[in-house]
């Protein structure tokens, strides 16, 4: 089982920006599709950002434009970058990694491994 540890969440104000980092294994960053995916009080699980093995990425609607997901494979470490923050953003985020052969954004949340999630909070 994967050990994803999240960390980088925080407070911020409307249109700040943060960056979420996600340590995890070679053999994950190597083999699995990765993401991010949120969860709000009271919400469903959203899945936020996915990044495939060939490095191409997929993004919810309402983060397209203002968050960016990306791997530093020499460090194992996953990333979401995050700008233009509203407080529609407020929510856990949480790393996950999709069992191999799952390779798609929908399976975000649904299925596989995942971190204990860091709290973001967007409030003025």
């Known amino acids: 089982q994967a050990r994803l540890v999240e960390s980088g969440g925080g407070s911020v104000q409307p249109g700040g920006s943060l960056r979420l980092s996600c340590a995890a294994s070679?053999?994950?960053?190597?083999?699995?599709?990765m993401g991010w995916f949120r969860q709000a009080p009271g919400k469903e699980r959203e899945g936020v950002a996915g990044i495939d093995l060939d490095g191409s990425t997929t993004y919810a609607d309402s983060v397209k434009g203002r968050f960016t997901i990306s791997q530093d494979n020499a460090e194992n470490t996953l990333y979401l970058e995050m700008n233009r923050l509203s407080p529609e953003d407020t929510a856990i985020y949480y790393c996950?990694?999709?069992?191999?052969?799952?390779?798609?954004?929908?399976?975000?949340?649904?299925?596989?491994?995942w971190g204990q999630g860091t709290q973001v909070t967007v409030s003025s």
């Open positions: 070679r053999s994950d960053i190597e083999t699995r599709y």
């Open positions: 996950t990694a999709l069992p191999v052969p799952y390779r798609a954004f929908w399976a975000l949340g649904r299925f596989g491994d």
